[in-house]
Nanobody, 124 residues
Framework: VQLQASGGGLVQPGGSLRLSCAAS????????FGWFRQVPGKKREGVSF???????YYADPVKGRFTISRDNAKNTVYLQMNNLEPGDTAVYFC???????????????????WGKGTLVTVSS
C-alpha cells in the first residue's frame, strides 16, 4: 500500500487548492480514506473522511469549504479546499485503512497507512 499526496502550495486567503492522493498497491473501493493536517508543535487534526460505503465527514472548521471525493478509476482521492483561511496552513496527509471503525474513530485515532505530507500555506 502506497499513498502519494500532492497539490499543496502557497495561496492567498480566499483562494482554492485541490489536494490529490494517488494510491497504489491496492484497490480504492475496499478502503476508507482520510485527510489529516498538522501544524508543527500541535496535535494532528482529522480534516475529512470518505468511507468505502459512501459516508463522508468533515471537521467543523472546514465544513462548507472543503470537499472530499474519490475517483476509483484513477485510484485517487481528492480534497478540494475553497475559501482558504490562514488557519488552514498546515502539512496535509492522506491516509487509508481497510478496517472500518467509523469516521469519528479514524479522525481521532488515525489510519493504518499514511502518505507523505504536502504543505499548504495560506498567506497574503
Amino acid at each position: 500500500v502506497q499513498l502519494q499526496a500532492s497539490g499543496g502550495g502557497l495561496v492567498q486567503p480566499g483562494g482554492s487548492l485541490r489536494l490529490s492522493c494517488a494510491a497504489s498497491g491496492f484497490t480504492l473501493d475496499y478502503y476508507d480514506f482520510g485527510w489529516f493536517r498538522q501544524v508543527p508543535g500541535k496535535k494532528r487534526e482529522g480534516v475529512s473522511f470518505s468511507g468505502k460505503h459512501g459516508t463522508k465527514y468533515y471537521a467543523d472548521p472546514v465544513k462548507g469549504r472543503f470537499t472530499i471525493s474519490r475517483d476509483n478509476a484513477k485510484n485517487t482521492v481528492y480534497l478540494q479546499m475553497n475559501n482558504l483561511e490562514p488557519g488552514d496552513t498546515a502539512v496535509y496527509f492522506c491516509a487509508t485503512d481497510a478496517k472500518s471503525y467509523g469516521s469519528a474513530w479514524h479522525m481521532e485515532h488515525g489510519m493504518e497507512y499514511w502518505g507523505k505530507g504536502t504543505l499548504v500555506t495560506v498567506s497574503s
